[in-house]
């Protein structure tokens, strides 16, 4: 009988879960579907053509916001190599979104991969 109890708690937690995996968020806003996707086009049009030798694969983490002037501004690297952070920063740090955006207080985490150059 236990057994019986065990297997059907197992089946209802995994139905739950599968309900929950299942729902669509592009559908509940797509208004800021869109936003996310200029800003992360935008981010990856500046990061192009580092300055410098990229001999490995490099990933980021970037937290920015937009201000009141509709200009990105960079909160936080999250990377290990220094000079990858400060690339970054100095590419993204106000400039002037080619859209208006009224974002409020809401900051936008973009994943970042500097791409090793092929010679």
């Known amino acids: ?7 059907l708690l197992i089946a209802a937690i995994a139905f739950s879960s599968a309900l929950t995996a299942s729902t669509n968020p592009i ?3 797509p208004a800021e579907t869109v936003k996310s996707t200029v800003i992360t086009k935008e981010v990856g049009k500046l990061l192009q053509n ?12 970037v937290t920015l916001t ?3 002037n509709n200009e990105l501004v960079v909160l936080s690297v999250d990377s290990d190599d220094k ?6 920063k100095g590419r993204l740090n106000y400039h002037v979104l080619p859209e208006a955006f009224k974002s409020g207080e809401r900051t936008f ?3 970042v991969k500097i791409e090793a ?3």
């Open 83 to 88: 000079q990858v952070e400060g690339f970054i």
């Open 50 to 61: 580092p300055t410098f030798l990229v001999d490995h694969d490099t990933y980021a983490e």
């Open 27 to 29: 559908e509940a806003n």
């Open 117 to 119: 150059e092929l010679f």
């Open 66 to 68: 937009i201000n009141k």
């Open 109 to 111: 985490i973009v994943p």
């Open 1 to 7: 009988m236990k057994t019986i109890k065990s297997y």
